[in-house]
């Protein structure tokens, strides 16, 4: 989206030069103390509202700054000019989210664009409140317990895009956010490995980040799916116990018919492994198998249980430290002023 903008008439600059920016439309305040230009846009705010929100501004805030007007540095309508080196769309959301209350708020949907912007600048500005809400915003996408993965197409304040994973982690590497990532990678586990291998490969970062970054997916997803086999699949295992079995000898049938199908579902092509329809639809495999009531409960709480140990073990499997680190490293505990429903399935991110 290319940044509202207006003339640049009137607009005085250093000695003998032309103006070289626009001004932004919605971003320029009269009673600003200082113009942000970034790329050919700028934008005139206020010294003071940049350093209550971020402390690279703060620091820059507390140099004393020249009485004489006439000292050669470059101002606009008597103004300090402060050229920065970032994406005039990143700089307008950006400020937009310290300006504007109502433009990025807790708890609120927001499109993926709105949220990269402000996690970019408010790592590059050290601004920490922006920074915790745009990676809990991310983390309803991709969250860090299951009960919240389960719930996500309900609760996730980023609307779904194309190139979503892609897109998500490239912004988590630039800006150094881990606790999304295992989510995310799990995720991309899911789609064709010849697909994602290709889209990863185009992610823009450094070479031997990526690299790393794709040798630790791979095996991330055959840990994950051996895990799933072994863990999801236990109940077809001759010797797991279903002590209140009320037809012992028909589920047995039934349970050695499902694993002789499995077996030839591995070794097959079959685009849906039987062990990740399980994972998937844990509370009705026992009824899809028409075993006895009580196999039925026995063996869904097996699935669940298999699904809650997998998806602790999700950030080990692909080289990250546990879900608890994780949280604690990109700070998103709970903060007094974040708006949080109670019901919410990730008021715990928060």
Known sequence: MPVDTISTSSTSTAAGS??????????????????????????????SILASSCEIFRDMASIPQPKDKDDGTEKVDGCPVLRLQDSADDMKHFLKAIYKT?????????????????????????ASQLRRRAIVALSTAYPSTLSAW???????????FEGEVKAIIALAIESDVRVILPAVYYAASKRPL??????????????????????????????????????????????????????????????????????????GSEPLPYQLHCYNNASTVGTSLNLCLPCRETV?????????????QLPSFFGFSDWET????????????EEVQSDSPFKFLL
């Open 102 to 126: 109502s433009y990025f708020r807790p708890g609120v949907k927001t499109r993926f664009p709105i949220i990269a912007a402000v996690l970019r600048l408010s790592t590059k500005y050290q």
């Open 194 to 267: 010849s697909e994602m291998i290709i889209e990863l490969l185009s992610i823009n970062v450094d070479l031997g980040i990526r690299d790393d970054m794709i040798a630790k997916w791979i095996v991330g997803c055959e840990k994950l799916r051996h895990a799933e086999l072994y863990n999801v699949l236990e109940f077809l295992d001759t010797s797991f116990p279903r002590p209140n079995c009320q037809n012992y000898n028909n589920c047995n049938v039934l349970l050695q018919r499902q694993a002789a199908c499995s077996i030839r579902n591995v070794a």
């Open 150 to 160: 389960d719930a996500r197409a309900q609760h996730r304040l980023i609307p779904p």
């Open 300 to 312: 869904n709480k097996s699935i669940q249980d298999a699904r809650e140990k997998i998806w602790k």
């Open 326 to 337: 994780l949280i604690a490293r990109d700070e998103i505990n709970c903060d007094e002023d």
């Open 18 to 47: 032309l103006p070289d920016f626009t001004r932004s439309l919605d971003l320029w305040y009269s009673d600003g103390s200082i113009v942000l230009i970034v790329e050919n846009v700028a934008f005139r705010v206020h010294t």
